[in-house]
């Protein structure tokens, strides 16, 4: 896509844009997984408690806290709560803390990030020892099977066994000494080590959801309230997500589209400058194929790109980073899976790139073989030789279905395989965090949130790898497309064009002009001289391959002349402007060419101006009058593209009569009456002449008849590229046997004498 950088200059801001929304819908999509694992962990699990930092706690359970900790921890306990007293409470205490009407509570002050995490620090090992106590207490005046029951608690039991049933542990415990109180904690401590940090987390929440419930808090509500907060967030950010991809899609989309539009623009304005030589370089088909199906590709792959490539290294890179925060232990996986992947994506690579480079030119094949077949469709129906043209078309068309064929199972093997490795590692990461679930280091929220992001690193590698499959063919398509527009036209105008004297008017010269073909190793002209003057007419003759339509193709610089000079009006041709040459001749190929509208406006083609007077005067010299009065909609009666719905007479008489419309200085008749029948070419050529010689116009006439040169005022006989003579019809006669060979061969001397 480098190669067409500098068509996307003028998308810089559509770009950014699309940067930016990509990057918002990365992040938001990222955003997700941590707002699952919230909800799950959090408000499901913990029942909406986020952290062991209670905002409300009773004095009695703090006075119990304060058995397990030192003196720095109860200091940081003080700085950041404050005890309400049940005489000083407001009505507005008293209706949010209920329990306030029994006894004293601690409400949480105001605290930063670096506060809190002291506090939790603090409270986190003493609200489990008490919890563990407490639960102990109740095991102990239950019936439980001690086979039941885990190595901790049957050393809680243990000692509490020693105390009498009845006392309270906690009284007992604060009239120990201090040294005995810190070894049990000591001891406490060790036995609690061995529970994970996340079951600790839990079991922190539990404490403070039921200390809540102790005050009157309705812990449902908390519950509830964080869940509707953080699923309001949740689809907050899926549509935020939602948003952004369709902002992408859209500028996205007008970016390529406009792009391919200014692409095709580009590739048709070079074409029309293109000389004969660049369309003998590049065939008709391969330029429609160029600009139709190639800049297709590119506008495809740029949607892609934009959408794709730019977002996966974003969400493969962030989520990565996630994954690694959230549990180094499983990172192997990750690494696991991507070393499959990109295993995967080399395999495919070395297959399937080659193939899509071939695929594009084997596409220019095909349509090559459909062209022709159907150009030649008369022929090859009179010959009833369409099996053999089935058979161009069968192979054509097989080598193209081989290819789609290994590149569509290559990339349908590649899905199945790139799933089979999203979902191995799914069941991998299940696995290895079921076991770090059991031993208390991981909770369930955690492992979904891990498996979400493990499968947005698979994703991200997998959307390049199928960009990547389709890279080769997108560039393929775009150094085709750049090739043409690369190309530059072997004929220009000059830096500073010179103007036509108008002083002179249609006099034509060539002087010693020789020609060769791009890449021939002959010239197909040799030293050409004459000079066709204005109100005469100069003919061309010879056999086939002699250069007759080569010397006249020169005239409108078609091609340019390789030795000589060719002036017209007495400047060269090559000091001109193409446009300035082009608008003194009036061109007549010998395949008269309409296009798709009715007869006046192919008529108007060659002056937009004319008026109805002078469409009809050309339509009479161009004998063409007849038949365009028999349609009943006359010269508003439709034209088919290529001029289908005509006859081959009818349509070179058409394109007679547009030249004549546009009444130029100089005429060019490329064997252009030879689709007319003799009568026609008679009327058309005496009513021609008079026109010429009423406007004074210099006309240059290919023919291979001699009954429509003989009139000629000057005949050019060439013969292997060469003047083998010059001169009248009578002139020729006594002095060129080439035209007397030519003549003789399709007049008998009665004839010849008689014209």
Not at 105 to 128: C, G, H, N
Not at 175 to 201: F, R, V, Y
Not at 561 to 577: A, H, Q, R, Y
């Amino acid at each position: 896509m480098l190669k067409l950088r500098k068509y996307l200059k003028p998308f810089i801001g559509s770009i950014f844009v699309i940067v930016v929304f990509l990057f918002s819908q990365a992040m938001c999509e990222l955003a997700m997984p941590d707002y699952m694992s919230s909800i799950v962990d959090v408000g499901i699990v913990s029942g909406g408690i986020e952290d062991g930092v209670p905002d409300v706690i009773r004095q009695s359970e703090v006075n119990k806290l304060f058995l397990f900790m030192d003196e720095k921890q109860i200091e940081t306990f003080n700085q950041g709560y404050t005890l309400i007293e049940s005489s000083d409470a407001n009505e507005e205490q008293l209706e949010n803390y209920p329990i306030l009407k029994e006894e004293n509570v601690y409400e949480r002050k105001s605290m930063d990030d670096e506060q809190r995490d002291e506090i939790k620090v603090a409270l986190r090992q003493a609200e489990m020892t008490v919890m563990s106590l407490e639960n102990a207490e109740e095991m102990r005046n239950s019936d439980i099977d001690e086979e039941d029951l885990t190595a901790q608690q049957k050393e809680m039991l243990e000692m509490l066994n020693k105390i009498p049933e009845g006392v309270d542990i906690f009284t007992v415990l604060q009239q120990l000494p201090q040294d005995q109180l810190l070894d049990l904690k000591a001891e406490m401590t060790k036995s609690l080590e061995t529970l994970g940090g996340e079951t600790a987390d839990t079991a922190n929440a539990t404490y403070i959801r039921e200390e809540y419930q102790k005050i009157g808090l309705d812990a449902d509500a908390i519950q509830y309230d964080y869940l509707i907060s953080h699923g309001l967030m949740m689809l907050a950010v899926a549509l935020g997500s939602a948003g952004s991809a369709v902002v992408v899609g859209f500028f996205a989309s007008r970016l390529a589209a406009k792009l391919s539009r200014n692409l095709r623009k580009d590739v048709f304005t070079k074409v029309e400058n293109f000389s004969n030589a660049e369309f003998n370089k590049f065939s008709t088909n391969t330029l429609i194929t160029r600009t139709t199906n190639d800049i297709q590709q590119i506008q495809m792959m740029l949607v892609m790109f934009m959408r794709v490539v730019i977002y996966a290294p974003i969400i493969g890179v962030g989520a990565l980073i996630k994954v690694v925060n959230a549990n180094v232990s499983m990172t192997w996986i990750i690494a696991l899976i991507i070393v499959l992947i990109l295993s995967v994506m080399m395999v495919a690579f070395a297959f399937v790139m080659p193939k899509f480079k071939k695929l594009q030119k084997l596409l220019d094949k095909l349509n090559s073989v459909v062209r022709e077949i159907l150009d030649g469709m008369p022929v090859i129906r009179a010959f009833n030789n369409q099996k053999e043209e089935d058979r161009k078309f069968e192979k054509a068309n097989r080598d193209i279905l081989k290819t789609n064929l290994f590149t569509t199972r290559a990339m349908a093997s590649l899905i199945p395989i790139v799933m089979l490795i999203m979902n191995c590692a799914s069941v991998l990461i299940v696995w290895v965090g079921a076991h770090q679930i059991d031993s208390g280091s991981l909770m369930v929220g955690d492992m979904i949130a891990f498996t979400q992001y493990s499968m947005q690193i698979i994703m991200a590698f997998m959307m390049i790898t199928m960009i990547s499959i389709m890279l080769p063919r997108a560039s393929a398509a775009a150094g085709r497309v750049v090739e043409v527009l690369n190309t530059e036209p072997s004929i220009k105008d000059p830096e500073n064009p010179k103007t036509f004297d108008p002083a002179y008017k249609g006099y034509v010269e060539f002087k010693n002009v020789s020609f060769r073909y791009p890449g021939a190793q002959e010239d197909v002209l040799h030293d050409i001289s004459f000079v066709a003057k204005p109100g005469e007419t100069t003919a061309f003759i010879g056999s086939t391959g002699s250069g007759k339509s080569t010397i006249i193709n020169l005239v409108p610089r078609f091609f340019d002349v390789s030795e000589g000079t060719i002036l017209i009006d007495g400047m060269n041709i090559k000091d001109v402007s193409q446009h300035d040459l082009r608008e003194k001749i009036g061109y007549v190929p010998q395949k008269g060419s309409l296009f798709t509208g009715t007869i006046k406006s192919n008529l108007l083609y060659a002056k937009e101006d004319a008026t109805q007077e002078e469409i009809e005067t050309a339509a009479s010299v161009a004998q063409a009058m007849d038949f365009i009065n028999e349609k009943p909609e006359g010269f508003e009666t439709p034209i088919a593209q290529g001029g289908t719905n005509v006859s081959g007479g009818q349509r070179q008489r058409l394109s007679i009569a547009r030249a004549l419309v546009k009444n130029p200085e100089i005429y060019i008749f490329d064997d252009t009456f030879s689709a007319l029948d003799f009568k026609t070419d008679a009327k058309l050529r005496k009513a021609l002449n008079e026109l010429c010689q009423k406007n004074k116009s210099t006309v240059l006439l290919v023919a291979q008849r001699i009954s429509s040169i003989m009139h000629a005022d000057r005949i050019v006989v060439l013969d292997k590229g060469r003047v083998a003579g010059m001169g009248t019809h009578e002139e020729l006669l006594k002095t060129c046997d080439v035209y007397k060979e030519i003549a003789y061969s399709q007049l008998s001397k009665e004839e010849l004498d008689h014209e």
